[in-house]
């Protein structure tokens, strides 16, 4: 009912940039929001950049000034350009959305629905 799909990941040398794209769409819920979340080896999952559909954003303190959340509503896909990528952003970075029946609570994005994940590797 509701499918998420990343591309865009790959391999850069630091200082590089990738940009990743996710797609998520329901014919049955409202999609309150979408972000990223990522995993670098041997750690939790982490908050990266998430967007409202309202178009509120929120940046983990670490990318802020190097990454960019953005949305295109009528494509239902939110981007995350990165640049100035150091080693310490490889990760294996995941997709994740929110959506609801009945409408968006208030309050931050709380995402349901998760991408399978897409690797990113900044090495020289």
């Known amino acids: 009912q509701v499918q998420v799909e990343e591309s865009g990941g790959g391999s850069v040398q630091p200082g590089g940039s990738l940009r990743l794209s996710c797609i998520a769409s329901?014919?049955?819920?409202?999609?309150?929001?979408m972000g990223w979340y990522r995993q670098p080896p041997g750690k939790d999952r982490e908050l990266v950049s998430i967007?409202?559909?309202?178009?509120?954003?929120t940046y983990e303190d670490s990318v802020k000034g190097r990454f960019t959340i953005s949305q295109d509503v009528s494509r239902d896909t939110v981007y995350l350009q990165m640049d100035a990528l150091k080693t310490e952003d490889t990760a294996v970075y995941f997709c994740?959305?929110?959506?609801?029946?009945?409408?968006?609570?208030?309050?931050?994005?709380?995402?349901?629905?998760w991408g399978q994940g897409t690797q990113v590797t900044v090495s020289s």
């Open positions: 994740a959305a929110e959506f609801r029946a009945g409408g968006c609570a208030p309050g931050p994005v709380r995402p349901n629905y």
């Open positions: 967007i409202s559909s309202g178009g509120t954003t």
């Open positions: 329901s014919q049955f819920f409202t999609r309150c929001g």
